[in-house]
Every structure is written in C-alpha cells, then in structure tokens.
C-alpha cells in the first residue's frame, strides 16, 4: 500500500464549477499535511497547509480527517487558471521530518 | 529573490558517463533534499541534508551520491548512470528539519535527464 494515495483523476470540470480532491494517507502518527499544486513540467509549490480545524484561502478550503485518515481540497468557482496537477503531501516521520508525497490529481477547467 | 537553482535544466547523457546536477539556495536553509519524479510514481525521496556535512539516504537512493559542504549547495552525482534513472529530478530546501506544521519547501525548476 502506499503511504499516500490519490486519485490520479483527469477531473475536467467547466468553469465555476466546484471540484472536490480526497487523498489517504496509511500513517496514523503523521504529522502535517499539505497540499501542493504543480504545472506542467514545472516544480510544485505549497497551495496550503492543512490544519486540524479545517482552514480556508479564498476559493480553497482543506480538511483533514485525522479518523479516517484523510485530507480533502475543495475549490470553489474553479478558474482556468486552477487547471494543474493537485499533490497531497504528508509528513510521516520524526526526525529528519521527510515529506511523502501523492502522485498528484490532474485538474483540466473547461471554458 | 529567494530561490533554489538547480544545472542543467535538460541533460542527455549515455549510460556510464559520471555526472553532476548542481542545486543552490540563497534562503539560508538548513534542510535540502533531492527528489525524482516519473509518470505514475509521484514524487520519491533520493537523498536529504539535515545541515552541513549531515546527509541520509531516502526512499530511492540506489546509483546516487550526494554531499553537503556548504550550507547553499547540495549537488547530486551519478557516479554511473543507467537508463532506469532517466527523470525528472528536483532540488528542494527548507527551513529547517523541525515539525512546524507552517514550513514550506521550496522546489527547484527541476532537471530533466535522460540517460541512453
């Protein structure tokens, strides 16, 4: 099993619409969670990080589900421009606090 | 601007030719870690740097060396390359190794490297 699994969608969804991500994670003692956004051939960067309360960025809002071991991203009236791969990441280990990543949820907003 | 670099961007090579990609940070970050990306496998841990003269292997370390002399500069080194290592590669540093849940890491632009 890995430690972190997403679907690898494509998820093509029109414009406006609103477009929900789960991710599971087999780690119950990680950390901290994170979303991560990549463009094509480019390097990821932080979206945001996921807290235990749930917290929201504008049109962006994260879950975590310590229970069932899962986080969710949700993106409200989805721009063209959300249109990236969406990477969850875990940090599951003490010490060297190494980051686990999934292999990413490709989004594609249709005009 | 606060960066990491990471040369060559493109490299094709041919199987045994020993070579290095270079990764530099200007953020004064203790922790720096290599990574590789390949279709369906996401991305996987080569080596990381907790400090200056601190490093450990990750999840993929097999064929790769790596060293910390400087704070700024992690390079990688594929003393023999081979085709299985043909991919998309990143650089990446952080603060620190510590547990602060608000602590980003920074990528690279990544190498992309092809090996025949």
């Known amino acids: 099993r890995k430690e972190v699994e997403q679907d690898p969608g494509p998820f093509n969804v029109p414009e406006g619409a609103t477009v929900a991500f789960n991710c599971t994670y087999s780690n119950s003692a990680s950390q901290s969670f994170f979303w991560y956004r990549q463009d094509c051939r480019k390097e990821p960067k932080l979206l945001m990080s996921?807290?235990?309360s749930g917290n929201e960025d504008g049109r962006f809002t994260a879950q975590l589900n310590r229970a069932s071991q899962y986080i969710s991203l949700l993106i409200r009236d989805s721009k063209l421009s959300d249109s990236a791969t969406y990477l969850c990441?875990?940090?599951?280990?003490?010490?060297?606090?190494?980051?686990?990543f999934g292999t990413g949820t490709r989004l594609t907003v249709i005009p | 601007e606060a960066q990491v670099t990471q040369n060559p961007r493109y490299l094709i090579t041919v199987t045994g030719k020993k070579l290095t990609v270079t990764c530099s940070q200007n953020?004064?970050?203790?922790?720096m870690s290599w990574y590789r990306q390949d279709p369906g496998l996401g991305l996987r841990q080569i080596y990381y740097?907790?400090?200056?003269?601190?490093?450990d292997k990750g999840d993929v370390p097999e064929g790769y060396k790596v060293s910390r002399k400087e704070k700024r500069n992690f390079p990688l080194i594929l003393e023999s390359p081979s085709p299985n290592q043909t991919s998309l590669y990143f650089c990446a540093s952080r603060v620190s190794a510590g547990r602060d849940i608000t602590d980003t890491q920074y990528f690279g632009p990544g190498t992309r490297l092809t090996v025949l």
């Open positions: 990441v875990v940090n599951m280990r003490t010490g060297a606090n190494n980051l686990f």
């Open positions: 740097s907790m400090n200056v003269e601190v490093t």
């Open positions: 996921v807290y235990s």
């Open positions: 953020m004064n970050h203790e922790y």
